[in-house]
């Protein structure tokens, strides 16, 4: 039977953000007689992670997604409320924490940009007091499974994006953690650079019950990946329940792109809305309630010379936002 990993209990943070008048005077001003105004980046947050499980924590930019994630990692302290990470409380217990978890921010890198991600990862087994035994069959068997052997002694600067991510989890990866916080993974990738990176998370939480919690704006991550999907926004949780709920209830559209040799003069196909146009390229949004992809590839393979055809999940902005305002109607 699985137990809880984070237990998070009415979990608030406030921030005092300087308020600044424009010019000059405005400036002299906020120095003499500075004000502030407070923001709440996490109001009044309560959730729990069972081991094992694959977490996909979602929301819009400015959400409160990352500030979450720092107060559980110790890295932010809270307002008020409670935190347990693997019986830790991350604020008071963060270096002892950090021996349990790893963390891979897929627009803030931990390896060294001009060295090698060999010289990183010698660094890291020296600052996690690992065996030195025990580190170099640890790396032997991440370097196999995540195919890196011909990156070790390249420097992360001439690394491709996907080359980097890869790299980037193997250095969380080293000292065996429980819990991985994962923000944005694939961000940036191509698509087979994504399904590489997805499949490497799935054999991690399937071979080595490494609890993932997830961030990430690609709505094929969260439905490849996590079983369970939170929503926040505004600092609320606003949705916490199963992904298939989530695709069930509020993914109910797609995006095809249809690339063509020959100019597109009218297109017109029921229950398709035209949302980018081109003379060589269409993207149509299709609700799929209503409407199959296939007929609707049916009529472009009858009408047009397509060259190429792409499909796509809507932005996961667009799913926030019904989630939102279908909870406050």
């Known amino acids: 039977m699985s137990h809880k990993v984070i237990e998070i209990q009415n979990l608030h943070k406030e921030f005092s953000l300087k308020q600044k008048d424009s010019g000059l005077w405005g400036g002299l001003k906020s120095a003499l007689k500075p004000k502030f105004k407070k923001i709440k980046a996490v109001d009044d947050i309560s959730l729990s992670v069972n081991e094992g499980e694959i977490v996909a924590f979602i929301g819009p930019n400015g ?3 990352s500030t979450a994630i720092k107060m559980m990692t110790g890295i932010l ?22 021996y349990h978890i790893g963390s891979v921010f897929g627009q803030k890198p931990q390896l060294w940009y001009h060295l090698p991600p060999l010289d990183t990862y010698n660094l ?5 007091e690992l065996d030195q035994k025990a580190y170099q069959e640890r790396l032997n068997f991440l370097v196999e499974k995540f195919q890196i052997q011909d990156l070790l002694k390249t420097p992360v600067r001439k690394l491709s994006l996907g080359q980097r991510m890869r790299c980037e989890i193997v250095a969380s990866l080293l000292h065996k953690p429980k819990i991985i916080f994962l923000d944005e993974p694939t961000i940036g990738l191509d698509i087979i650079a994504k399904q590489h990176i997805r499949e490497l998370i ?9 609890t993932i919690f997830l961030t990430s704006h690609d709505a094929g991550d969260i439905e490849s990946l996590a079983k369970r999907t939170i ?3 505004f600092g609320k949780v606003i949705f916490d329940d199963s992904t298939e709920i989530l ?27 035209i949302i980018e146009k081109s003379k060589y390229n269409i993207k149509i949004e299709l609700d799929t309630t209503s409407n199959s992809i296939d007929k609707l590839l049916s009529y472009a393979m009858e009408n047009f010379a397509i060259k190429d055809i792409n499909i796509f999940d809507p932005p996961m902005e ?4 019904d989630i939102y305002r279908q909870k406050q109607s």
């Open 77 to 98: 302290y809270p307002s008020k409320g409670l935190i347990n990470v693997l019986g830790f409380n991350p604020g008071a217990d963060r270096q002892k924490l950090a």
């Open 231 to 233: 929503v926040i926004n």
């Open 202 to 210: 799935k054999y991690l939480n399937e071979k080595e019950n490494v």
């Open 318 to 321: 667009e799913i926030i936002a």
């Open 63 to 65: 959400a409160g997604k």
């Open 247 to 273: 695709k069930k209830n509020y993914i109910k559209s797609k995006i095809i792109e249809l690339i063509v040799s020959k100019p597109i003069e009218n297109f017109d196909f029921p229950g398709g809305k």
């Open 124 to 128: 890291f087994a020296r600052i996690y």
